[in-house]
């Protein structure tokens, strides 16, 4: 056979009808089993796969969800794109990705544009907040949109999915606080983000709430080098050193580790340190690094489940998804005296 085998092809080799074999591939509850059997066998045997492009055109859907990725500095994309892919599997929806790195309204206008031209059904935009808020204030896709960021934009027709950063850094500081600590430095991650700010109101929260605490930050920018630093110059004023350390996240305690082993400094005798993500292998640090895990996997699948449940005609909504704490070997309560 030189061309691709088709439904006659099928049909033929099954000993059945056109009308039959397009009833078992759209799963029509009316044929019998043992014709459902041979029609399958043969679909297997010539390899059938079927035309998208002229099955869209006939039932006006494509099956296929867009995902946008609007931003370089999108932490953990590869985790929140299974998340995305295999909702949208299992809903019966292929993925197509296109990419949008900031610019006009109009740019991410034509981004959205290219891909409703290919009929998709619905579209995901996985954003960098700084570069994407912005743009998508005004923005009007023609078909349901969500959008994964933390925090959102003032636009009634677009659905929004985050993680709660707020409540995972409030839940990283009540830890330190049972413990016993009452003297916290935040480490933060750089403040013109909307993360490091949200995770300063939980820190500061959790503070205000407890009488007799209190704590500094000193503003870094979410790398390695800047807890390195930080930590150096903390302990480098030998005056009021805390008793517990929240890095903005698990690079920055990472550094945090690397300068105390430099200055001598015990984790967790000397001071407790507590992260933010639980990147891979933040149990394997020495010491394994207690911290606030984010499901980037539910992330991405919430955002295929709100664009689904907008196919259906439900409005457009907002859900935040609770962090959880994992205590590890980095924490403890403070020494007697500390």
Do not use: C
């Amino acid at each position: 056979m030189n061309r691709a085998p088709g439904m006659v092809d099928v049909a033929r080799e099954a000993g059945v009808s056109h009308i039959t074999v397009s009833r078992v591939l759209n799963g029509h509850p009316s044929v019998r089993p043992e014709t459902r059997a041979r029609v399958e066998a043969a679909v297997e045997k010539l390899g059938y796969r079927r035309n998208s492009v002229a099955r869209a055109l006939k039932t006006r859907r494509s099956s296929t969800i867009g995902v946008v990725i609007a931003g370089s500095e999108l932490f953990e994309l590869p985790r929140i794109l299974l998340g995305v892919e295999t909702a949208a599997k299992q809903a019966g929806y292929w993925v197509n990705l296109a990419s949008w790195q900031g610019g006009s309204t109009s740019d991410l206008t034509e981004t959205l544009q290219r891909l409703t031209d290919q009929s998709v059904e619905a579209i995901a935009v996985i954003a960098d907040r700084p570069v994407a808020v912005e743009a998508l204030a005004g923005i009007v896709a023609g078909v349901p949109m969500t959008v994964v960021m933390s925090g959102s934009v003032p636009n009634p027709g677009l659905s929004f999915v985050e993680l709660d950063q707020e409540l995972g850094a409030r839940l990283a500081v009540r830890h330190l606080l049972e413990l016993g600590h009452r003297r916290i430095i935040h480490l933060t991650g750089a403040l013109r983000t909307f993360d490091a700010r949200a995770r300063v109101e939980g820190w500061r929260a959790e503070l205000d709430a407890t009488a007799g605490a209190d704590g500094d930050l000193l503003e870094g920018d979410f790398t390695g080098e800047s807890g390195f630093r930080l930590a150096h110059d903390l302990f480098a004023r030998r005056k009021g050193s805390p008793t517990a350390i929240f890095a903005g996240n698990d690079q920055m305690a990472m550094g945090v580790l690397a300068a105390f082993a430099e200055l001598g400094v015990k984790v967790p005798d000397d001071v407790s340190l507590v992260g933010f993500d639980d990147i891979a292998g933040a149990g394997y640090m020495v010491p394994a690094l207690t911290t606030i895990r984010q499901d980037f996997a539910t992330l991405g699948r919430s955002s295929i489940e709100l664009l689904l449940r907008m196919l259906r005609g439900e409005p457009a909504a907002r859900e935040r998804i609770a962090p959880a704490l994992v205590v590890r070997r980095s924490t403890a309560a403070p020494r007697a005296g500390s």
